[in-house]
């Protein structure tokens, strides 16, 4: 009957649908693939494709970029009953293996502390040309220019049981590092994290309740090991990358300058432990780390030095000292 009105269509994965792990949109194109690896399938999505997952009602995941392509893995047994239905997408036993986004690419995780989400977020945000992330081993390559951000807000210091106040890197802040040629994210042993910048790397840290609290670092590369936090997630959703990362250690190699309030230090070898607030500094074979104090006529040089960044503290215990100045 032509004046019958047509029955609407069945909308799979609504907003509040619980089988929903993740949320993708894009205004182009899109391509599958069902003979990719075995039959678990790939997509291709072109034109400002923007996937999201709300992995627990405080945490929200989300990954951009002008293309981005999905490739899925079988699994011989899934933890949950795999859903049924006729979404195509959704049938079988398999799960998300990679994720590999160009143009424009982010990646980014919050944490807020409440479902109210007045307050600001925990967040972890990675930027490039280029990310293609291993959702199943929980690590990325970044290709190209591109940014870091790790910020711990000020009600975020009690539950990572760190002082509110604390050196560089340390504490409730901001920390965004940007470099020239890539990263590499690698999931260690529980719940830690281990990157790896190279290329021309800088960073800025801003405390969080201190405006006046700011410190800068260059070097030609810069490994950051960080750990994720205890809130709890949805185990069958993607993007597992922890929105409440927080740097336990810092370490830059190869023409490296920090800049802190205090004091500026030129070195070959940064180790600093944002847990102890020690930093170790170590000059290239023949040559000195040299440290300038606030107010001190000359630096202080030494072919090696340890340094207490706690600003309570704020001393450095020298080796083979050469020059004179205040420590």
């Known amino acids: 009957d032509m004046d019958s009105r047509i029955p609407l269509p069945r909308v799979v994965g609504r907003p509040g649908d619980p089988r929903v792990t993740m949320r993708t949109t894009w205004n182009t194109s899109l391509h599958y693939d069902s003979f ?25 995941s989300s990954l951009q970029g002008d293309s981005v392509r ?38 980014e995780s919050r944490t807020w502390e409440s479902q109210a989400r007045k307050k600001l977020p925990r967040v972890f945000y990675v930027g490039a040309e280029h990310i293609t992330w291993n959702d199943l081993d ?51 042993a529980d719940d830690r994290f281990h990157m790896t ?34 809130t709890e997630v949805r185990t069958d959703a993607p993007l597992q990358l922890g929105g409440d990362m927080e740097v336990d250690r810092l370490r830059a190699m190869g023409r490296v300058y920090l800049s802190t309030p205090t004091r500026r230090v030129d070195c070959h070898q940064l180790d600093y432990n944002t847990r102890t607030n020690i930093a170790e500094l170590i000059a290239r074979a023949g040559r000195t780390v040299s440290v300038i104090t606030e107010g001190a006529p000359m630096p202080v040089q030494a072919t090696r030095m340890s340094w207490n960044m706690d600003p309570a503290i704020d001393t450095i215990t020298l080796e083979k000292p050469r020059g004179s100045g205040a420590p």
């Open 197 to 230: 910048m190279v290329g021309d790397v800088e960073g800025l840290w801003k405390s969080a309740s201190r405006d006046h609290d700011i410190a800068t670092i260059t070097a030609d590369q810069v490994a950051v090991l960080t750990r994720r936090g205890e």
């Open 138 to 188: 929980t690590e990325a390559i970044i290709i190209g220019d591109g940014d870091i951000v790790i910020r711990e807000p000020a009600w975020a210091a009690g539950k990572s049981g760190k002082p509110e106040s604390g050196g560089p890197f340390s504490g409730p802040g901001t920390s965004r590092f940007v470099w020239s040629e890539r990263l590499d994210l690698l999931h260690e």
């Open 70 to 107: 999905l490739e899925f893995v079988r699994i011989e047994q899934l933890a949950q009953e795999a859903p049924t239905g006729d979404d195509p997408f959704a049938a079988g036993s398999r799960a998300l293996h990679r994720l590999i986004a160009r143009g424009h690419a982010r990646l």
């Open 36 to 60: 990719f690896a075995d039959g678990a399938g790939a997509m291709d999505l072109v034109g400002n494709v923007d996937s999201v997952v709300d992995r627990s009602e405080v945490q929200r």
